[in-house]
T-cell receptor
């Protein structure tokens, strides 16, 4: 079983819809959870950074972490065509990846239809 | 803030040549830099971690003599792919963080697309 599972999609939704992206993981040591957005031929851009279980909101984005279920989510409200990108979940046992780097999901390719 | 610059963005070269990729932190000091590799439609895979002034730590399966990493200053790390072959063609991405700033996340460069003919 892979450490982090993420549905690669593509996920296609109409503009204005609420988007739900998810990852599951197996390593109970993970405490720091991140969502990155990656446009084609670009590096990942940090969207959300959370610690342990709970919710965090930033503008149109909401990140949820349920450590008991080993499940994390990213919600995007009022989705825009410019949100079309690949969304990567990442996690680590130590803040910022510590000395061990991050473990990434495969990424979900999101398409927002105008 | 927290800008990481990677150069070059794209390089094409012949099989057997060596290629050097630079990763610079522009507005912060990077005590730790990470090098990742990404294949099309695949996840980022950590290759190695380097701390300024120390030897890099390589992940299992990554050849340290093939992928030479130097982190001689707090703002620059380099990855040299030695005697590159077509199977080394990939998207290489660096990230950086300052461990002295606590649990701050990594910041990524824009990647280098390496194509070996």
């Amino acid at each position: 079983q892979k450490e982090v599972e993420q549905d690669p999609g593509p996920l296609s939704v109409p503009e204005g819809a609420i988007v739900s992206l998810n990852c599951t993981y197996s390593n109970s040591a993970f405490q720091y959870f991140m969502w990155y957005r990656q446009y084609s031929r670009k590096g990942p851009e940090l969207l959300m950074y959370t610690y342990s279980s709970g919710n965090k909101e930033d503008g149109r984005f909401t990140a949820q972490v349920d450590k008991s279920s080993k499940y994390i989510s990213l919600f995007i409200r009022d989705s825009q065509p410019s949100d079309s990108a690949t969304y990567l979940c990442a996690m680590s046992a130590i803040g910022g990846g510590g000395a061990d780097g991050l473990t990434f999901g495969k990424g979900t390719h999101l398409i927002i239809q105008p | 803030g927290a800008v990481v610059s990677q150069h070059p963005s794209w390089v094409i070269c012949k099989s057997g040549t060596s290629v050097k990729i630079e990763c610079r932190s522009l507005d912060f000091q990077a005590t730790t830099m990470f090098w990742y590799r990404q294949f099309p439609k695949k996840s980022l895979m950590l290759m190695a971690t380097s701390n300024e002034g120390s030897k890099a730590t390589y992940e299992q399966g990554v050849e340290k003599d093939k992928f030479l990493i130097n982190h001689a200053s707090l703002t620059l790390s380099t990855l040299t792919v030695t005697s590159a072959h077509p199977e080394d063609s990939s998207f290489y991405i660096c990230s950086a963080r300052d461990w002295r700033r606590g649990n701050q996340p990594q910041h990524f460069g824009d990647g280098t697309r390496l194509s070996i003919l």
